[in-house]
């Protein structure tokens, strides 16, 4: 039992140690460098997606990996006005393939297939947007960046916290039937760890176009849709019933399971930036 938690922890750190800093490296490039790293990631997530739901046609689910990796670049090439139409139009096809080509008691796969292009497929290529937002506004390139790395400073303080909290303090289950770990002490944990990066960024000022209530509405954002995306991959997972999306980074689990929180709040912080500096 030890030998498999020392394996468990070693195999954490590796990817960690590995994976992290060459993340960080793409986000610094940016441009196609960023853009292709979002599509493969596009792609694992979309393909386990799709696998945890038990896609009936192969060959439609390759259509559909395809689609959103086209998307994930049309994302970078055009404006996300723009993509709207190509997108509605996939979206009214695929569905309407379905429909004539299965029966009634599998139709909710069309679901699933329309939900794969919104969750992961655009909402993870919505990080491409903000990391090419500074050029829309006029701002030094490296700012998009920055959004990026104090939003993921965000989620994982706040994944941390909520379950060193959870853990040790918490009694009063989330959401029991979806997550039985989940407890209300750390999501508040969570949250207000994400308020306390919010106020080391704003008191160091480490982005130089946001004030306090800028950096105040990342860290609502972040610990709040952070969370809500954990909870919302784990009710997939628990109808799935598999503990991990798979076993792609080890004990870290598939892409999907590292990514969920991403993609439930960094749309959101795209529309908030559109908001606020376009």
Known sequence: MMKNKSTSLFNRVLISVIGIPA???????????????IAVAVLLCTHEFLKLFKFPSKSLAAIIVILNISVTYLVYLMNLEWLIIPFLGGWTIIALWLMILYPTDVFDKAFIALSSMIYPGLALSSMILVREFPLRIGENYFLGAQILYLTMAMIWICDTLAYFFGSALGTVKFSPKVSPNKTWEGAIAGFLGSVV????????????????????????????????GDLVESAVKRYAGVKDTSRLLLDHGGALDRLDSLAFTVPVIYIYLIMRFA
Request: glycine share 6%; proline share 0%.
């Open 23 to 37: 993340i960080l490296a793409l986000i610094y490039a940016g441009n196609y460098w960023f853009t292709t790293f």
């Open 197 to 228: 990066v919010a106020l080391i960024a704003n008191r160091y000022n480490l982005i130089s176009l946001f004030n306090a209530l800028d950096y105040l509405m990342l860290a609502v954002i972040a610990g709040v849709l952070g969370q809500v």
